[in-house]
């Protein structure tokens, strides 16, 4: 039960059983649906170390949050670089009902966690959740979703039917009951409405929907009532006292509504709703630094745009998620720190302080090899008409091995140079030596312990005869997991430029079996790179991998050179390799 303390007793195998002392970092959720809101670092649980007792076994105590339903666990060593995720899988809890079962938001929760992990486990969560709650309206359209996702369109369709039947049957037994339904019950008898595409059920739960104070189709609804009278009658005044009071029955709602309301007072130049709006709207809006640009545009409020974008570039990291190293977030961290820095020189640049942006720029090069960076320093070198500088930085720029000839000689033609002469050679070369200090300042070297993985025929290969003779980079991935997938065309770009460095790209499909519809993802998702599967964890295990995606960089010998890399920092790094090879 919540606001129990909880004791843990844990048996380590492998490398965490010689540690002196463990650590069990966890994570809570609440049953609060928009829990999305809060930032890991606000739900991590405070855990007393795991000291070694007899035989081995770890132990410790915490008291799990009043609020909580749902709870995930990873175990590490005291750096945070060795862990056991229960090969993915965490150890986690659900929080159960005085009738012992568990609680329905104890399963919401469980799918939140594993969506970006493992969808099959996130559908598993949500199955046992409706066959233990089946009148928890909400749960019913986001299980068919996670259906497809999980199953993809062909096995999830076969599904259809049965979810057409479930849905007339709530609906024949809810139809007349409305009033005490609750706003998000309702919400989710029209999503789930349209989710089988019952028309008849769609219109009237839809109706039912935009009626109903606090649903997303009314506060969606609402908000565009408001925009079509003011189209009508031109009154933003008017408009924007509507917007004001139907706010605190919209501010829960999945809607536009905030963006509406922000972008009419910004066209009306309404400073006192203008601040009112940006309060509710910058903490949960727009990503990266769209909405202090748009801010910006007003003069009176260009201070407050500078502030709010530096509010977005200083927010402190929300903190490492389960089942990643501390090494692989720092490294994820960097990526994303260098994508925004470059949009927030910009930012400087335009509304602020060109100096200043060109300092913090400056500076971050020193410690990146990010081409991030060195695009945004070429750009601020040449607005402040430093051609000479830019062309450094472009040439930095055009060293790295993920351009293609093409794009590193418009950079020199942009500069003034022609790609083809000594001087810009000369130019490329400083920018790799420039960046190697950076890239090598990751590198690591270990051998992988003996492993096998499986082709698409069933045939057993040895990873050192796949990897031997060529660099290398090995992707472990899975058709379940969905930031794989969206990182698909990337893999299929890098391998292009794999091809030019003279290495080769492997992808390993873990717990993810070769087959038909394996075939038909491939072709369907253009993935040129070969494929193989570790069905029995025999690669991960080697590689010690306990979530993906995880890449690593192999030189010829089969040893891990890099380890855990960004995609976008591999081509700099078999570069790198590629160079210490020719000089060894």
Known sequence: MAGDEITVTYTPLGMLADEPELVLRGTYGTADDKSWRVRLDERL??????NRGSGGTFATRF???????????????????????????????????????????????????FEDRNVHTSLEALRRAMELYPDSLGGWSELRSFERSALGWTTGDSLFAWHQENFAELHERYKD?????????????????????????????????????????????????????????????????EFERHWPDAREALSP?????????????????????????????????ALPRMIAVIPERRARAVELARVRYELPDPGRPLGRTADEHAQSVAVERAALLKDYARFLNEYASPDEAMEIVEEATTRSASSDLFEILGELKLDAGDVEGAARAYAALASDPSMSPEQADSLAMLVGHDPD??????????????????????????????????????????LADLTGGKPTVLIFWARWCPPCVQKIPAVVRLEAAMERLGAQVLSIAWRDPPGAEMDAFIEERGITYPVYYDLADDATGAFGVYAIQANFVLDP???????RSAIVDIPRQVGALKSELLEG
Not at 435 to 457: I, K
Request: hydrophobic share 45%.
């Open 557 to 563: 010998r089969g040893r891990v050179r890099f380890e």
């Open 45 to 50: 649980l405070t855990i007393p170390t795991m």
């Open 421 to 462: 002469s000594p001087k810009w050679r000369a130019l490329l070369e400083a920018g790799t030596v420039q960046v190697l200090p950076n890239v090598l300042s990751a590198a690591v070297e270990w051998t992988p312990g003996d492993a096998r993985v499986t082709d698409a025929s069933g045939n057993q290969h040895t």
């Open 177 to 241: 009951r409305e009033e005490g339904l609750s706003p998000s019950a309702i919400q989710g008898l029209s999503s789930y409405a349209a989710a089988v595409r019952d028309q008849q059920g769609t219109a009237h739960w839809d109706a039912a929907a935009e009626q109903t104070v606090g649903t997303d189709a009314w506060a969606m609804d609402t908000g565009w009532r408001i925009l079509n009278q003011l189209d009508a009658d031109g009154d933003t005044t008017l408009a924007l006292a």
């Open 63 to 113: 008291t799990l949050p009043e609020a909580a339903v749902y709870a995930a666990f990873v175990v590490e060593d005291a750096t945070g670089e060795q862990l056991d995720a229960k090969s993915g899988r965490l150890f986690d809890l659900l929080v159960h009902a005085p009738d012992d079962r568990p609680l329905y938001h104890a399963f919401r929760r469980r799918a939140d966690e």
């Open 257 to 289: 509504f905030e963006i509406f309301g922000f972008e009419l007072a910004l066209e009306a130049r309404d400073l006192d709703a203008l601040d009112r709006w940006i309060e509710r709207f910058f903490p949960y809006g727009m990503r990266g630094l």
